[in-house]
T-cell receptor, first 118, second 113 residues
Framework: GAVVSQHPSWVICKSGTSVKIECRSL??????MFWYRQFPKQSLMLMAT?????????EQGVEKDKFLINHASLTLSTLTVTSAHPEDSSFYIC??????????????FGSGTRLTVV | QKEVEQDPGPLSVPEGAIVSLNCTYS??????FMWYRQYSRKGPELLMY????GNKEDGRFTAQVDKSSKYISLFIRDSQPSDSATYLC?????????????FGAGTRLAVHP
């Protein structure tokens, strides 16, 4: 089955530094990847949608200069949290979708990254 | 009104019970309906999906969709402690935003021995 690898699984960083999270589709080409944020006991909040080779589309209220998304290849998307602050501490999850499908390889989620900013 | 409404629970049941999880949705353009299971500190995993009204069964799980009332359900038979997780319903519109899942709030389920 489709596998999406996300790492690191957890990271602790100092306030003011930047953190990069990687999301890779291992056995399919992901033309679209999604980045979510999840607070404890809450549902997933979509942050942005990225299509390979083009700029990401950010949801309302998400700062694009703070959450930099790069989707340079069909198997890799990265989310960089720039100048992280404690309020950015959260669980970040990526999801990848293969072109031309709704299910099967579509919408496979990574295992998430727990970011703690101290 | 949210596009997908789901009671967050928590729902606590004894082992072996039949569990019923439900969502309602408001957008009649939704065509695909999914249930995801999410264990604590993990990404969601797809349990079941369907695109038509009626029932779809997979082992102990049954997904049910009633498009006329915009109501979707997930039934878990013979529930096990390993079923303890958060269950998220998700919908996809037919077109125009086709690639963006719309999630419910998620229902936390605890199955105790």
């Amino acid at each position: 089955g489709a596998v999406v690898s996300q790492h690191p699984s957890w990271v602790i960083c100092k306030s003011g530094t930047s953190v990069k999270i990687e999301c890779r589709s291992l056995d399919f080409q992901a033309t679209t990847m999604f980045w979510y944020r999840q607070f404890p006991k809450q549902s997933l909040m979509l942050m942005a949608t990225s299509n390979e080779g083009s700029k990401a589309t950010y949801e309302q209220g998400v700062e694009k200069d703070k959450f930099l998304i790069n989707h340079a290849s069909l198997t890799l998307s990265t989310l960089t949290v720039t100048s992280a602050h404690p309020e950015d501490s959260s669980f970040y999850i990526c999801s990848a979708r293969e072109a031309g499908t709704v299910m099967n390889y579509g919408y496979t989620f990574g295992s998430g990254t727990r970011l703690t900013v101290v | 009104q949210k596009e997908v409404e789901q009671d967050p629970g928590p729902l606590s049941v004894p082992e072996g019970a039949i569990v019923s999880l439900n969502c309602t949705y408001s957008n009649s353009a939704f065509q695909y309906f999914m249930w995801y299971r999410q264990y604590s500190r993990k990404g969601p995993e797809l349990l079941m999906y369907t695109y038509s009204s009626g029932n779809k069964e997979d082992g102990r799980f049954t997904a049910q969709v009633d498009k006329s009332s915009k109501y979707i359900s997930l039934f878990i038979r013979d529930s096990q402690p390993s079923d303890s997780a958060t269950y998220l319903c998700a919908n996809l519109p037919r077109r125009g935003g086709y690639n963006k899942l719309i999630f419910g709030a998620g229902t936390r389920l605890a199955v105790h021995p």
